[in-house]
């Protein structure tokens, strides 16, 4: 009588077997090639949304000890190094705490000076374009329409998007001028009164090079803000299927 337990050994192997590859393939792609990245606040509206899910591409700016889990890798500087270009939505990691990522615009390069005007950006001294277009419509906790001023802004590279600037006199419409150093960027959210980025220097500031994730490349998923993602019994309401595969 022959037993049948050097075949379930033989089964269990191979199971665990192609659970390791498989997860060998997803760290793989996750470090390498793309990584998922969901959107928690509203500081990137009307282009990013609360409850957007998109894909990072890791390999746009190349890679540094940022772009591996928990810094692993010792590197020092970026292997394949690309640099970011003007108007590229960009996760990064903050650079006062190296753990935690933002996602914002890439505005100002090595060497430029920013400053905001009543509410306007200006690069090098020269105002960017924004033209005013319909408001942007949401609402509020108690379910009341809000409607916050929108604009198109064009960069002088030619990139165009839409930023909201809800308050007309808001904290951060008027700056000093920021210098950006050599290495660094300068990020700001398209969300203008409700973002901490580069114009916070004590919190955000400058954003080295080194500390760069990925390009922000694809929405691949968008559910309505507070809606859970498990009940998928509610999709057909709460999944927001026109942002689905939206390119950024």
């Known amino acids: 009588m022959t037993s049948d337990k050097p075949a379930k050994q033989g089964g269990l192997y191979e199971t665990v077997k192609v659970v390791v590859q498989a997860l060998l393939i997803a760290l793989v792609i996750r ?17 990013l949304l609360i ?9 746009s700016y190349g890679y540094s000890r940022y772009s591996f889990p928990f810094g ?8 394949l190094a690309s640099e970011p270009e003007r108007g590229d939505v960009a996760v990064f990691k903050l650079p006062s705490d190296n753990s935690t990522d933002f996602i ?27 033209e005013k277009i319909s408001d942007f419509v949401d609402t509020d ?26 308050d007309a006199r808001g904290f951060w419409d008027n700056t000093r001028v920021y210098e950006v150093p050599e290495g660094h960027f300068f990020m700001m959210g398209d969300n203008r ?20 994730v990925g390009r922000a490349s694809i929405i691949f998923f968008s559910i309505r803000e507070g809606a859970p993602v498990w009940q998928v019994w509610r999709w057909p309401w709460d999944v927001r299927w026109n942002r689905i595969l939206d390119t950024l």
């Open 31 to 47: 470090t390498f090639l793309f990584q998922p990245f969901n959107i928690p606040s509203g500081s990137m509206m009307d282009t």
């Open 51 to 59: 409850g957007d899910y998109l894909f990072v591409n890791k390999f």
């Open 72 to 79: 692993m890798v010792p590197l020092s500087g970026r292997v």
């Open 104 to 130: 914002k615009r890439v505005i100002g390069l090595p060497g430029d000076k920013i400053q905001v005007i009543d509410g306007v950006v200006h690069i090098n001294g020269e105002a960017v374009q924004r």
């Open 141 to 166: 906790a108690n379910g009341q329409e809000v409607r916050i001023p929108r604009y198109v802004e064009t960069l002088p590279n030619g990139v165009s998007y839409q930023v909201l600037d809800a």
């Open 193 to 212: 009164d409700n973002s901490s980025d580069s114009r916070v220097l004590s919190y955000v500031g400058y954003v080295p090079f080194e500390n760069f």
